[in-house]
């Protein structure tokens, strides 16, 4: 019979619970985020190609998506900036 030392044994044990946090962290490694406290807040940002971060300062996707060409890969939403809240209804008197 050959026994499976315990090392190997605990190494399979934690190789689900390793890929897991790995698969965590680089969510959130792509998670837009502002460059700085206070600025590029705006709805849209560019991400640079490389590991260069976000440009978050786009109001319009059409902004965001004439920026990436040729210097960014792609535009995301900013999860910084909530959504704008919908108009208010006005009431009609009766």
């Given at each position: 019979m050959t026994y499976?030392?315990?090392l190997s044994v605990l190494c399979a044990a934690l190789r689900p619970a390793?890929?897991?946090g790995l698969i965590g962290t680089?969510?959130?490694a792509m998670t837009p985020r502002p460059a700085a406290a206070g600025s590029?807040?705006?709805p849209w940002c560019a991400q640079l190609a490389g590991d260069y971060g976000f440009v978050c300062s786009f109001y319009s996707?059409?902004?965001?998506?004439?920026?990436?060409?040729g210097v960014a890969q792609f535009?995301?939403?900013?999860?910084?900036v909530p959504d704008?809240?919908?108009a208010?209804?006005?009431?009609?008197r009766r």
């Open positions: 499976a030392s315990p390793l890929a897991a680089a969510a959130l590029n807040n705006a996707f059409e902004q965001c998506r004439d920026f990436v060409r535009c995301v939403r900013n999860l910084n704008e809240p919908p208010p209804r006005k009431r009609s």
